[in-house]
């Protein structure tokens, strides 16, 4: 037996007929609905006003039909017809933001994966409690401004592609600094960046084994950040500043890279850890998270935060990345959550990939 998630009778409808893949037009959707057709099935795109063109311009990542609501949170009063659709929704970034992640885990729509993770990682105080437990190196946090003796870096909760980071060399640069809403202080440790992909299948019973099921390494990226970039970040804040220009760390776009062959024993460790103590503490996770941390120059992997969905880097690999053409040919994130879908209804075994 594995992790049993889903009620029987949201999971019921998706056994009789075969789930439509569902999910927002953003982020990662082109992928995800490449990977549904990939493997057979229907897709669904939830839009905001007319379908969006661009999908045109990609016939095989357009999904099959369109829901279009007023705004995002008004899907919640489309669960009747999505559920008539056998909508199997998948969440990301954008459709967690814009919903809500406490509107998101209390949709009556069943949802690919785990979805009480999702607060465990909207919440970072949680987050942190469960990273932190599970042994994964991470930086040090700071309760107050105060305590501060070095350079930070201060975030917001939730998926806001690094909207409203504000970074400070010292105490004293932090005194400028003017928050909106929850958020954290934290070390900036100096180093390489990687944000690592996973797949954790429950079902699976090869490759490298992690609780009853399997942990696959599918990619990593790094990530362009709107006009601030890399180990120049100190010091192109304050030149910004005195420029008159804020320094924001949005992302618009993503890099592939290829981590030192010797070091992947370290990140699989620090994943392995990652999902074990997820099954104590929630029943665990299902399908890909992203695990985003410093490489430091003393070899040691640092976890700033972690993603527990599909992430915008795995948009690099629709074709494949270095790690997952090793595992299977041609496989993106997105396929292989189509993959798992696919599998789990073969076995029998959806109650453990659906909640």
């Known amino acids: 037996m594995g992790i049993d998630l889903g009620s029987a009778a949201l999971v019921a409808p998706l056994v009789e ?39 045109d311009a990609f016939p095989l990542g357009r999904p099959d039909q ?26 990301h970034g954008s459709f967690v933001e814009y919903l809500g992640a406490d509107a998101f885990q209390k949709l009556p729509v ?40 070095g350079p930070v870096i ?18 004293k640069a932090l005194e400028g600094f003017k928050p909106t809403g929850p958020h954290v202080i934290q070390e ?45 970040k100190l010091g192109a804040q304050e030149q910004l500043l005195n420029a008159g220009i804020r320094p924001t760390f949005v992302v618009t776009g993503n890099v592939p890279v290829v981590l030192r062959e010797s070091l992947l024993p370290q990140v699989f460790d620090v994943g392995a850890r990652i999902v074990e103590r997820s099954i104590e503490l929630f029943g665990g996770m299902v399908g890909p998270f992203c695990v985003e941390g410093i490489m430091t120059e003393d070899l040691v992997f640092k976890v700033f935060e972690i993603s527990t969905r599909i992430v915008a880097g795995t948009n690099l690999f629709v074709s494949g990345s270095s790690y997952s053409d090793l595992v299977r040919p041609d496989l993106s994130m997105g396929r292989r959550i189509a993959l798992e879908v696919k599998e789990a209804r073969a076995a029998g075994r959806l109650r453990e990939v659906v909640s």
């Open 17 to 55: 007929r075969a789930p439509t893949i569902t999910t927002l037009c953003s982020h990662s959707s082109l992928q995800i609905f490449h990977g549904a057709r990939t493997e057979g099935f229907r897709s669904l795109g939830v839009c905001t006003g007319a379908p969006p063109r661009f999908y």
């Open 154 to 171: 201060v975030k917001y909760y939730g998926a806001k592609g690094g909207k409203g980071f504000f970074l400070a060399k010292n105490r």
């Open 110 to 149: 069943p949802v690919f994966g785990n979805r009480a993770v999702i607060g465990w990682e909207a919440d970072r105080e949680k987050e942190r409690v469960w990273l932190e437990s599970a042994g994964v190196r991470m930086p040090e946090r700071y309760a107050s401004a105060s305590e501060v003796d």
């Open 66 to 91: 369109f829901l279009s609501v007023p705004t995002i949170p008004e899907i919640r009063s489309h669960t009747d017809e999505l559920n008539r659709a056998t909508a199997l929704l998948v969440p």
């Open 188 to 232: 900036y440790v100096l180093g390489t960046r990687y944000y690592v992909h996973f797949f954790y299948s429950p079902i699976s019973d090869r490759g490298y084994r992690v609780g009853r099921g399997s942990l696959e390494l599918l990619g990593m990226d790094r990530r362009d950040e709107a006009n601030i970039d890399e180990h120049y």
